[in-house]
């Protein structure tokens, strides 16, 4: 079983900063990609930014420039630092991470519980 535990949304005014974190933990072999989604009210879950093991990232156009993904490979640990936040950032954030879970059970995706994140005007 994979756990993943997010920490650090909050409220915050347009132009400020917030960075999340996520650890994961339980029993696995390795992680391939961590990375963050995003779920606003009403919509489907969309990706905002990914990092592969060996530290490739990827963003989603609305992001890039403002927010920075990273991840500690040996802390099982990935982060998102958001800048200059906008209204339109509001939403909630889930941590995911693509896990090679064992022989048996193969690659699997987990999402962690989620952390809103609120940027008011």
């Known amino acids: 079983q994979v756990q993943l535990v997010e920490s650090g949304g909050g409220l915050v005014q347009a132009g400020g900063s917030l960075r999340l974190s996520c650890a994961a933990s339980g029993s696995f072999f390795s992680i391939k990609t961590m990375g963050w989604d995003r779920q606003f009210p009403g919509k489907q879950r969309e990706v905002v930014a990914t990092?592969?093991?060996?530290?490739?990232?990827n963003y989603d156009d609305s992001v890039k420039g403002r927010f920075t993904v990273s991840r500690d490979n040996n802390k099982n640990t990935v982060q998102l630092q958001m800048d200059s936040l906008e209204v339109d950032d509001t939403a909630v954030y889930y941590c995911?991470?693509?896990?090679?879970?064992?022989?048996?059970?193969?690659?699997?995706?987990?999402w962690g519980q989620g952390t809103q994140v609120a940027v008011s005007s």
């Open positions: 990092i592969t093991s060996n530290g490739n990232t």
């Open positions: 995911h991470a693509s896990v090679w879970v064992s022989v048996a059970a193969g690659w699997r995706d987990y």
